[in-house]
């Protein structure tokens, strides 16, 4: 049996220790490796969300018995063309007990809040030109602000632990999350919208998340927003933040997450993060942490051994 596995290059053994012997484990790291291996392979593990999983490109898989992700979401991924194979696609998303203290993705949140609020990047980079004026870079006091959480699952209500530790009350949004969390005051979306200093989104993308935050909900907000988005690029629509950037409706942004990712070539928020200090972009690093990821690892490979134990 032959696995086709996406991810970083240091964890491929990582992978052939955890899975039987009489698996072989193929590695690829971009289209041509993977369209190489993935006629032959009964088996896709990817950590890697790089590489997208079109109709025609699942079709060449003719062998596939199981595509399994070492994420939460596979929106780079055609689920249609499996589900009428009948292929199981396997994500993370619904393992709370493994995900429960798996936090980098959370982490990598709280960070780019806190570089927005304290202009961390323009400081930096006038240290590094020479320059040092602390008048230039004024920070948001986070004591005391609201913090509006758009999804309030795992990650939302990591969110909220830091924000407590921070003197921060939070709002939070979620139409589906039963039971409630005591540190959250529920909400709707246009009144957290309306409310909160800082907003951090941390949705699935899907028909009903996909441009959640349009002009209309930009125009909502307060003067002087923080946005942090670690979710999926689609779930703003990045033309209206662009404008809100420029009108000084959100003072920052810190972005995980693009539109179109890895392609960003021809980004209008990349071209405006080369001129402007007050947006932060990195390129989809939130979840990526080397432990965790083992982690996450070790528990896909046993996902792998029990499914065709089954």
Request: contains cysteine; charged residues 25%; aromatic residues 8%.
């Amino acid at each position: 049996m032959d696995l086709l596995y996406l991810g970083p290059p240091d964890t491929c053994e990582h992978v052939r220790a955890n899975l039987p012997k009489n698996i072989n484990v193929y590695f690829a790291i971009d289209d041509a490796s993977v369209d190489q291996f993935i006629a032959n392979c009964d088996i896709i593990l990817d950590a890697y969300m790089r590489i997208r999983f079109s109709a025609d490109r699942i079709s060449k898989a003719a062998k596939l018995k199981l595509f399994i992700t070492a994420t939460t979401g596979a929106d780079h991924v055609d689920s249609e063309s499996l589900s009428q194979r009948g292929i199981p696609l396997l994500t993370l998303r619904d393992q709370r007990d493994v995900l429960r203290n798996i936090t980098p993705a959370a982490e990598h949140s709280w960070l780019l809040l806190m570089a927005c609020a304290r202009r961390l990047r323009s400081a930096i980079q006038d240290v590094l030109m020479g320059e040092w004026d602390r008048n230039k870079h004024p920070g948001i006091m986070l004591n005391g602000k609201l913090l509006g959480i758009i999804g309030c699952g795992r990650i939302g209500l990591w969110m909220s632990r830091y924000a407590a530790a921070f003197g921060m009350q939070c709002v939070g949004f979620d139409p589906y999350l039963d039971p409630w969390p005591e540190n959250i005051e529920k909400s709707n979306l246009e009144s957290l919208l309306r409310r909160s200093n800082f907003i951090s989104i941390h949705v699935p993308l899907n028909s009903e998340t996909r441009h959640l935050l349009g002009l209309k909900e930009f125009q909502l907000m307060k003067s002087g927003s923080v946005i942090v988005n670690t979710s999926r690029g689609e779930v703003i629509d990045e033309t209206a933040l662009l404008s809100a950037l420029l009108e000084g409706k959100v003072a920052a942004a810190g972005l995980d997450v693009l539109n179109g990712e890895p392609d960003i070539g021809h980004n209008h928020l990349v071209e405006y993060a080369r001129r402007h200090d007050n947006l932060i972009i990195t390129p989809h690093i939130g979840g990526f942490s080397p432990d965790a990821l083992r982690f996450i690892l070790s528990f896909s490979c046993k996902r792998v051994v029990d499914f065709f134990k089954g």
